[in-house]
Structures are given as structure tokens and as C-alpha cells.
């Protein structure tokens, strides 16, 4: 009949019929209701009529029935709150039903919701005060429908009350929902029980200060939010060092919370933290949370520079160092770079193998030299999983002396060598402040001189800068061993046995004008000394 909407007759019960002359044929139908939805289940009914009249296939059809069924519901969140006496709370509930039509903008087909309160701790069936609550949406969280409402602001006298959630759907019987920090189900009183409100004439705030360390890259932004602040998102502060902070004035009570990066993505694993103020305003629970780094990999997490100005060493972070003043040095005020160090991080399969710490001097206006690498050897685990540190402390490096007066910088970065799975191939991670590199800048002012480091190291280089021949001179009863001279970037272009004479005399007229290190080695010690050939 091309398929037009041909009313049926019920001709008894639930028994509905139609009689229709058709010619011989193979055809297919189907049954809509008054509302012209679609009953038949599966693929179109097909029948077909031969010749002589004989009718074979499908002319009846079943129509089966479920009554909607609620199979989930709950008392979402606040878990407890507390307001001054006149103002107002927002409680939201969810809830899952079958054999019944969701729409996601208005929610599910003839389903009533309610936001029950009580000044007793009882069934919530007992309960006579109860507000409807429309619809809000789908939980961004729980994606399941979600339905909201507001209460206490009809309370007049302070004290602690409770509520809960209570549903029906196509006028049935009513389900009640409960709370707890795993998500809610319906109340039993024991682990899905009401919430709690306090109301009070004044409400006191104290402030709590929330800590997160990010140890995932991933994250460049992190977001508070919880159940203190109607889980609104706040962009916590950076404090440097991957640690972020949030102070809020909040009231008593015990809350959730929780993060998000800048992608919204949920960072907490597990139920939600919860934390508890007291009516003095001591805080106990959990305040500051550690965001993991992602499985399978590696990470610096800090790193830090030490060098001794004018005899006080000093261990600075990168981020202190970056962009600041060393001071001024002077033939008799001298500046070493003892070393430094890197915090790594690793985790699943990846292991880290080694480290180093690149450095160079320059003039400013000048262009920069190679780097000279340096091994930061392994130091020690640290009690957090996965973290280690690698640190150098004995460069020993006189980098104020051969100078010529001028402002100066000392640039460095570091590198983490590392295996992805213990048969995988070392790569290398650098750790260069974004490119940039970590640099400090120096002055040197006053002529030319060598300064000792440390008085038992005496040793004399003159002439310094040099053309053709250096001589050495030092301490009577130290004994060298040899000698070496190399270039910025670690290239040795003399190696020698030293000879028993002092001073000891050393020709260096084979060498093209620059900067170079002479290193000597004592049957305990070794000293560099910074020597320039004009």
C-alpha cells in the first residue's frame, strides 16, 4: 500500500488485525503506534503470495513490552555543606534508567526528580519536604544524566540537617539516592547515605594552601577545582621547580577536589582527594598531590649549577642562575665552576643510563666557543619512585683568570642519557631551558692573574696570556706527574711527562692563539688552569 499508515482493528484483548486484498507478490511491513514509532524489532517483516493464492512468510507479529526500569541513581555531590543561615546550596543528583527514551538536552521521558531535606538523619522515604529538580545536562565526569536543585534557603534556625534524592519515572514508585566519595547508588543508610548541611548565623573562613608537583610534561597548565568552590576551575600559580599552589578561604566542613590541565583532562587517579577543616581551622586530609609522569618515559625535573665566587661556594637552581649576576672578580677575587647536578625521573621500561653538564665562557660581543662536556656520575635513589640524582662537585674549574676586563658569561646545559627497555639504544634528552640554555653573566676587571682555589694548590703560570714559552712554579714538596693543554672543546694538544725542574717550562709556540685549559696532574690532585696564547 506504499507503505501508508493503515489503522488496525482490536478485534479482542490485545489482539489487533487488518485484511488487505493483495496481488501475487513478495512484499515487506512493518507496525507503528500512535505516536508513529517504529515497533518491529530487527529487519522489516517480509510475506509473499504465489499464484494460486498460497501465502507463505511473516503475517503476524509479537509486539513486546519492558516497563522502564530506574537502575541507577544517587546523591552526586556535595557530599555535606555548609551556609549561613538564609542563603542556598546547590545538590545535584544522577541517575540511569532502562526501556525508557534519554534525550540530551532535556533528559529522560517522564522521569521526576527531587532534592529531599531533613532535620533528622532518617530514611529519606520518611521524609514530607521535597523540592523538584529540573534537569542540568549530562555529568561531564560520570556521563550520566544529572538533575539539580537548591535548598536551605527556607531554613531559618542554625543547626545540622540532611538530605537526599528521590526519583520516579511514568509516575511509579519512588527510588531514593545516597552518597559517597566512589560515586553514590541508591540510599541504604550504611554506604549510600544523605549528605549533611550545616547552617550556622556566621560562617567562618580559614584559608588552605593546596601544593601539586607536575611531574608529566604534558601538563603546561594545571586547574584546581572542588567541592569548596561548586567546582568552578581555577588556574592554580607556578612556583617554579614543576610545583604549583592555590590558597582559598574555606569554610568548615569536609570537601572533594580535584585537577584538570589545559585541556580539561582530569588528573587525579583514584576517587576524588578530600580534605577536612575543623572549627579552629586545623586542615587535615590531603592538601597537595603529586601529578605522575606519563608511563614508559624519562624527565629532568630540576637541575642546579655550583661554582665558588671569591671562596663561598655556592649550589643555585637553573631557573636562579638563568639571567643572574656572578659578581666581579679580580686577579685576587676569582670565580670557579665546581660542577652540577640534575634530579631525573623515570619510569615503566625506561631507565636512565648517564648525565652530563655542558659548559663555555664568553666575552659579550664575542662569538661563543664549543661547549666542553663534563660527566655528572650517578649520586643516589631518592625515596620517590623512579627519581635519581647526578652530580658533579669536582670541576675545579678557574674560569677568572686570562681575562681581559669585560662583562662575561658562563652558559651551560645538561644532558640525560637514557634506554627505552634494556636492549633499546641510549638517546640523549637535553635539557637547555627551552633552547635557550642556562646563562649567567660575570665582570672581570683589573689586568690579568691566577688565583688559588684552594691554598695547597699553589700553583703559578706566567707569562699568562703567552706567545712562545709558559713556566710553572710551584710548592717545593709537590710532585707532578704531567701535564696537558687542550682546547675549548677537549681536544689535547700537548701531553707530557713532567720533568723534575721548577719552575717547570713548557713551549707552547706550536699553538694558535685562543683559550685553552692546562691541566696538571699530582700523585693525588689534578688542576686546571685557564691559559691564554696570543
Do not use: C
Not at 124 to 133: F, G, H, R, V
Not at 233 to 252: A, C, H, L, R, S
Not at 256 to 270: C, F, K, P, R
Not at 391 to 400: G, M, P, R, V, W
Request: charge should be negative; hydrophobic fraction near 35%.
Amino acid at each position: 500500500n506504499s507503505w501508508t499508515n493503515v489503522l488496525m482493528d482490536n478485534t479482542s484483548g490485545n489482539i489487533w488485525t487488518k485484511e488487505f486484498n493483495i496481488p501475487a507478490g513478495t512484499y515487506e511491513w512493518g507496525i507503528v503506534n500512535q505516536d508513529d514509532l517504529w515497533l518491529v524489532s530487527g529487519e522489516n517483516l517480509t510475506f509473499s503470495i504465489d499464484a494460486s493464492g498460497n501465502i507463505t512468510g511473516q503475517t503476524s507479529y509479537t509486539i513486546t513490552y519492558s516497563p522502564a526500569e530506574i537502575t541507577f541513581a544517587n546523591l552526586q555531590w556535595p557530599g555535606n555543606a555548609t551556609i549561613e543561615t538564609g542563603q542556598a546550596v546547590p545538590v545535584y543528583a544522577q541517575v540511569l534508567a532502562e526501556n525508557i527514551n534519554l534525550d540530551p538536552e532535556t533528559g529522560y521521558e517522564n522521569m521526576s526528580v527531587w532534592i529531599g531535606i531533613s532535620n533528622e538523619n532518617t530514611n529519606p522515604a520518611t521524609w514530607t519536604e521535597w523540592i523538584p529538580a529540573p534537569y542540568s545536562g549530562i555529568g561531564t565526569t560520570t556521563q550520566r544524566p544529572e538533575y539539580s536543585s537548591s535548598i536551605g534557603s527556607t531554613i531559618t534556625e542554625a543547626g545540622t540537617y540532611y538530605y537526599a534524592s528521590r526519583f520516579s519515572v511514568n509516575i511509579g514508585d519512588y527510588v531514593y539516592g545516597g552518597y559517597n566519595n566512589a560515586g553514590g547508588g541508591f540510599w541504604d543508610g550504611t554506604n549510600n547515605v544523605s549528605g549533611v548541611l550545616t547552617v550556622i548565623d556566621n560562617i567562618v573562613y580559614f584559608p588552605v594552601t593546596f601544593e601539586v608537583t607536575n611531574l608529566n610534561p604534558d601538563n603546561s597548565q594545571i586547574f584546581i577545582k572542588g567541592s569548596f568552590n561548586e567546582w568552578d576551575t581555577v588556574p592554580m600559580d607556578y612556583q617554579g621547580e614543576n610545583i604549583w599552589m592555590k590558597t582559598f578561604d574555606i569554610t568548615e566542613g569536609t570537601f572533594e577536589w580535584g585537577l584538570v590541565n589545559q585541556n580539561d583532562e582530569w588528573l587525579i587517579q583514584g576517587p576524588n582527594l578530600e580534605f577536612s577543616v575543623s572549627n579552629d581551622g586545623s586542615i587535615s586530609g590531603q592538601t597537595s598531590y603529586i601529578i605522575p609522569g606519563q608511563e614508559d618515559t624519562v624527565d629532568v625535573l630540576d637541575r642546579w649549577v655550583i661554582y665558588t665566587a671569591n671562596q663561598q661556594q655556592v649550589s643555585i637552581s637553573g631557573a636562579s642562575f638563568n639571567g643572574g649576576n656572578l659578581g666581579t672578580f679580580t686577579p685576587s677575587v676569582s670565580l670557579y665552576l665546581d660542577g652540577g647536578g640534575i634530579k631525573t625521573q623515570k619510569s615503566g621500561s625506561y631507565d636512565v643510563t648517564g648525565a652530563e653538564i655542558s659548559y663555555r665562557i664568553y666575552k659579550d660581543g664575542s662569538a661563543p666557543g664549543e661547549f666542553i662536556i663534563s660527566a655528572l656520575p650517578f649520586k643516589e635513589n631518592l625515596p620517590e619512585e623512579g627519581q635519581q640524582i647526578w652530580e658533579n662537585t669536582e670541576l675545579d674549574l678557574l674560569i677568572s683568570q686570562g681575562l681581559s676586563n669585560g662583562q662575561y658569561f658562563l652558559e651551560i646545559y645538561f644532558t640525560m642519557y637514557y634506554k627505552s627497555s634494556p636492549e633499546g639504544e641510549i638517546q640523549a634528552f637535553i635539557d637547555n631551558n627551552n633552547g635557550d640554555n642556562y646563562k649567567a653573566f660575570f665582570t672581570y676587571d683589573e689586568g690579568i692573574g691566577i688565583s688559588n682555589h684552594n691554598n695547597d694548590l699553589n700553583i703559578s703560570v706566567f707569562p699568562n696570556p703567552a706567545s712562545n714559552k709558559i713556566q710553572l712554579l710551584f710548592p717545593a714538596d709537590m710532585s707532578l706527574e704531567n701535564y696537558s693543554i687542550s682546547d675549548m672543546i677537549g681536544k689535547t694538544w700537548i701531553y707530557e711527562k713532567a720533568p723534575e725542574m721548577n719552575p717547570l717550562v713548557i713551549d707552547v709556540s706550536m699553538l694558535s692563539p685562543g683559550t685553552y685549559f692546562l691541566t696538571v696532574n699530582t700523585k693525588n690532585k689534578t688542576i686546571s688552569r685557564k691559559l691564554i696564547i696570543q
